[in-house]
């Protein structure tokens, strides 16, 4: 039925540096996410459909010249991962911006950081991180982000759900986060051959399935 | 015989890399990165250790120009290089480089030039050493890949 693939879930990686962007892409689609990498805060906040303002600018296009990768907030992101030493914007920074947006506080956040500043650590995870990883990311560490992803999906689910009125029977909340669960433990096992195409950009205007 | 070839080529792989995880210069974060690489990205570790090459001589350059520059005393540019520095060099599991960037900074937080000075030096020979390395790992893997291409005529 290939309910609920990782290749479903896409990430938003933001670090400054450009070979733990290469390597954090390579993590991430290792373990079947969709990703897409930025280099800065701002960066993030713009394709998250965020400005300064705090205002999300619907249709209006706002692409960068030479990256045809930019989408609008049309685009869903399941979690954000980012770097916490970034010059302009850190990732502190752009926690908190995500976490006051009333529209994006409910995305996910997990900061990376070379330095074990355990008031560092303590003060993201207040802010509302979910996770705090030392760098360097280890595939093992990439393994504690499908739950988070996951509650907000069964959330999101369960709310299409309830504004569209299927007729249908529509699985408990519970029992579907279990087959997903199980699916996932069996994907572990086995790749359902997610391609490398599936990571490329999409085409304007088109929302990823749930 | 192809068999044989195979076999030095791999039995000189792992001589390499026992060498360079037995002195320190590279650590596991290395495997991790060979670790990713597969049929979908099968050039992985070369693409992210070249990236680094090219990222490690920026660096290396802006370095040596802010210690050499005689007026020089922006020890706070010269910490942002070295952050950069060894974070790539961690990232990629480039240990003893990314030690000597601890006493780099080390001296850099004490202003002191000297010791700065020594350090950079101390900083392009691991850097150099480590370059050469693992262009020869590359090269090995690059014979390792012709030599499974190659097909032999079976003899009766």
């Known amino acids: 039925m290939g309910m609920a693939a990782d290749s479903e ?3 938003l990686a933001v670090d400054d540096s450009i070979i733990d962007r290469k390597l954090i892409e390579r993590l991430l689609k290792t373990s079947s996410y969709q990703v897409t990498t930025v280099d800065s805060g701002s960066k ?17 296009p ?4 030479n ?11 399941n979690l954000v991962i980012t770097d916490y030493c970034m010059p302009g914007m850190t990732g502190y920074d752009l926690l908190k911006k995500i976490k006051e947006s009333s529209s994006l506080k409910n995305i996910p956040v997990v900061i990376m950081s070379s330095e074990n500043v355990p008031s560092r650590i ?17 595939l093992s560490d990439l393994s504690k982000l499908r739950p988070h ?21 529509s699985p408990k909340q519970e029992g579907k986060e279990e087959q997903q669960q199980s699916n996932n433990n069996k994907r572990k096992a086995m790749e359902e051959g997610v391609s490398p195409e599936r990571t490329r950009p999409r085409p304007n205007g088109i929302t990823s399935v749930v | 015989m192809l068999g044989l070839a ?7 792989t792992n001589r390499l890399l026992a060498f360079l995880f037995h002195q320190g210069i590279l650590d596991e974060q290395f495997l991790q990165l060979q670790q990713l690489e597969d049929e979908t990205s099968p050039n992985f570790v070369s693409e992210v250790v070249n990236i680094y090459f090219h990222e490690s001589e920026k660096l290396l350059r ?32 480039a240990k003893r480089i990314r030690n000597v960037c601890v006493a780099f900074r080390a001296a850099s937080e004490q202003n002191n030039r000297a010791g700065c000075l020594r350090a950079l030096e101390l900083l392009e020979h691991e850097y150099c050493f480590l370059k050469n390395k693992l262009h020869e790992l590359f090269q090995i893997q690059q014979q390792r890949a012709l030599a499974a291409a190659v097909r032999y005529p079976m003899q009766n």
């Not at chain 1, 303590?122 to 280890?138: N, Q």
């Not at chain 1, 069964?154 to 009125?165: G, P, R, T």
Request: proline share 3%.
């Open chain 1, 9 to 11: 879930f896409h990430v």
């Open chain 1, 44 to 60: 993030a906040l713009e394709f998250l459909g965020l400005h300064e303002d705090d205002r999300i600018h619907q249709n209006t």
């Open chain 1, 62 to 65: 706002s692409v960068s010249p």
């Open chain 1, 67 to 77: 990256n045809h990768q930019w989408r609008l907030q049309e685009v869903e992101v």
């Open chain 1, 122 to 138: 303590s003060r993201c995870l207040e802010e509302g991180a979910e996770e705090f990883f030392l760098k360097p990311v280890r």
């Open chain 1, 149 to 169: 992803m996951l509650k907000t999906k069964s959330k999101d689910h369960c709310k299409e759900q309830v504004d569209e009125k299927t007729a249908f029977p």
């Open chain 2, 6 to 12: 195979a076999d030095r080529l791999r039995a000189d």
């Open chain 2, 62 to 93: 802006n370095l040596r120009s802010l210690l050499m520059d005689k007026e020089f005393s922006d020890y706070n540019k010269m910490g942002i290089h070295l952050n950069q520095f060894m974070g790539s060099s961690s990232s990629i599991g």
